[in-house]
């Protein structure tokens, strides 16, 4: 199995969800006014913008009305001068219903009981004094709007008693409007917060799955950048090494020029090179493919170890391979073959002149035990890090296992690495 080959496969599975990222975004239209409405009618009053003003404009017609049945309508006699008076001075308050409801009812209240003991008409401050009520109802809870329309109802009949027994039995009969008006209310709010709680559940539900993309296209995208470390790392380490052998024959005698090996040498760099140009077209065909040809191969899994081995020898490490295991899940297959990869290849390039590499791999207890060893001198200290080490043990926790690096114990100098990968963790 080639590079190339595994590296198509590897990176076509991730391209789709970055597929998302470049999406356009749609310009949305502004909403019609029906729409409008709608939304104004399920938002809290309370929090409406442009409340007071809105609420100024209400006042006015509520006003116009008011004047409107003290004027043309025959119940009780017209306001005189303290009648208009009271009568104007109670729609003030309305103005701030939606900070204070409780607050502007009592005043309203308190300004209509003189009106009413007055016996000035007694239908021109009922629009008023119904919004007063709506308003306590809509924003409060329904024990306090019971409460509250219990005390307007008992105020109301007892001013009314005082003043004309036969005024207070017509408020008494009229009373099914106030109680209306309140359950109105009422029923209003306990739909609003039904539609809030919708709202809530589907914005809750959009911010989690705006979670999810973007966590998935930052998941998509390390394991890209994995993949190139992979694909690449592995080639340019052999062409390091390959040149350094082909310099050292040419500075060592010049007089006595080993042509075969020099251009041994320079043949390896040119296949090397050829792979490594190979693979990095792949893979930019694979990030740049569009919606034809959604071709996807097999992941590279533990046939393709035998090539990583020839590869290392290539470059002049002496491998011993141990590979006792034939088959397993492809994730597991394909976490174990990338981490032989860049274990040799660490080996290749910190290990020595010829390091000796043992390659270990067998199943015990339902996990895969691989293990990557050299008697080099591993990484230099103070170095700058490399992705490597953790490019694999990522890949190790991808499939549910866990990777160890290090130096060997004191006594056997070298470098290993060591990982146990669960056969039933994987699926691909």
């Known amino acids: 199995m080639s590079r190339s080959h595994t590296a198509r496969a590897s990176l076509l599975s991730r391209r789709d969800a970055l597929r998302a990222e470049d999406e356009p975004v749609q310009e949305t239209s502004r909403p019609s006014l029906s729409d409008r409405i709608i939304a104004a009618f399920h938002r809290d009053p309370r929090s409406a913008p442009h409340g007071t003003r809105n609420d100024a404009f209400l006042v006015l017609v509520l006003l116009v009305a008011a004047v409107c049945i003290g004027l043309f309508t025959d119940d009780g006699r017209r306001p005189d ?97 106030i109680i209306a008006v309140l359950f109105c209310g009422v029923d209003v709010r306990y739909y609003r917060q039904y539609v809030a ?28 950048a994995r993949d190139l470390h992979d694909l690449l790392a592995h080639s340019i380490t052999l062409i390091g090494v390959q040149t350094s052998v082909a ?54 899994g533990l046939d393709g170890v035998p090539d990583l081995v020839a590869a290392a020898r290539l470059a002049g490490a002496r491998v011993e391979p141990d590979v006792r295991v034939r ?49 080099g001198t591993g990484p230099t200290p103070g170095g700058t890090p490399g992705y490597g080490l953790v490019g694999m043990r990522e890949r190790a926790r991808s499939v549910g296992g866990t990777l160890d690096a290090g130096p060997r114990p004191r006594g056997r100098g070298g470098f290993e690495v060591a990982a146990v990968l669960p056969l039933g963790g994987g699926t691909g």
């Open 81 to 177: 001068a303290l009648g208009w008076t009271l009568l104007l001075a109670l729609h003030v308050p309305i103005v701030w219903r939606r900070r204070r409801p409780l607050l502007v009812l009592a005043v309203v209240v308190a300004l209509v009981v003189p009106y009413h003991a007055l016996d000035n008409n007694h239908s021109a401050p009922t629009p008023a004094a119904f919004t007063a009520l709506y308003t306590v109802a809509v924003t409060g809870r329904p024990l306090r709007t019971i409460l509250t329309g219990a005390v307007v109802l008992v105020i109301s009949l007892s001013v009314m008693l005082t003043v004309d027994t036969k005024q207070a039995v017509e408020l008494l009969r009229i009373s099914g409007w």
């Open 247 to 300: 310099a050292h024959v040419l500075a060592a005698d010049p007089e006595r020029l080993d042509r075969e090996t020099v251009a041994k040498a320079l043949d390896d760099i040119s296949e090397t090179c050829r792979s490594a140009r190979g693979e990095l077209r792949t893979t930019l065909e694979v990030l740049r493919a569009c919606e034809h040809g959604d071709a996807r191969g097999p992941l590279p």
């Open 327 to 375: 088959q397993a899940p492809p994730a597991v297959g394909a976490a174990a073959y990338r981490i032989v990869q860049e274990a040799l290849t660490n080996a290749v390039r910190h290990a020595g002149p010829e390091p000796s590499v043992s390659v270990r791999m067998y199943e015990d207890e339902g996990a895969l035990h691989l293990s990557v060893t050299d008697d």
């Open 197 to 224: 709680s919708i709202v809530d559940r589907a914005d809750r539900a959009e911010r989690t799955r705006e979670e999810e993309a973007r966590r998935r296209v930052a998941e998509e995208r390390l394991r890209i």
